[in-house]
């Protein structure tokens, strides 16, 4: 099993009703692409003071680094992407 995660730094001006949108965006993608195993994402609501100005996040699962490469091109992940760097100014990516 292999973990994407992607934290996220919403804009400014972005609201948290679009941010809310867009989570929903991006936990619909494990019904549209079979390769994602499991979903689990959301606003940070640390207390530890360690965010580093990342507003919400996101992890998946997949099998192996395989699928999550035949996952980067698929037409809905391009699509929740635009959408992410419209609402963010900064994204951080990492796969355990």
Same mark, same amino acid.
């Given at each position: 099993? &292999?973990? $994407?995660? &992607?934290?996220?730094?919403?804009?400014?001006?972005? #609201?948290?009703?679009?941010? @809310?949108?867009?989570?929903?965006?991006? =936990? %619909?993608?494990?019904? =549209? /692409? *079979?390769? /994602? !195993?499991?979903?689990?994402?959301?606003?940070?609501?640390? /207390? +530890?003071?360690? =965010? !580093?100005?990342?507003? $919400?996040?996101?992890?998946?699962?997949?099998? #192996?680094?395989?699928?999550?490469?035949?996952?980067?091109? $698929? *037409?809905? $992940?391009?699509? =929740?992407? %635009? !959408?992410?760097? +419209?609402?963010? @100014? #900064? &994204?951080? &990516?990492? @796969?355990?």
């Amino acid at each position: 099993m &292999v973990k $994407h995660v &992607v934290l996220m730094q919403k804009k400014s001006e972005t #609201s948290e009703a679009q941010m @809310d949108e867009l989570m929903s965006q991006l =936990a %619909a993608l494990k019904k =549209a /692409i *079979p390769d /994602i !195993r499991d979903f689990q994402g959301g606003k940070n609501v640390s /207390i +530890e003071g360690m =965010a !580093r100005g990342y507003t $919400h996040g996101f992890v998946m699962t997949f099998d #192996s680094t395989e699928k999550i490469a035949a996952y980067l091109p $698929h *037409p809905e $992940h391009k699509k =929740a992407g %635009a !959408r992410v760097k +419209e609402l963010c @100014d #900064s &994204v951080l &990516v990492m @796969d355990f």
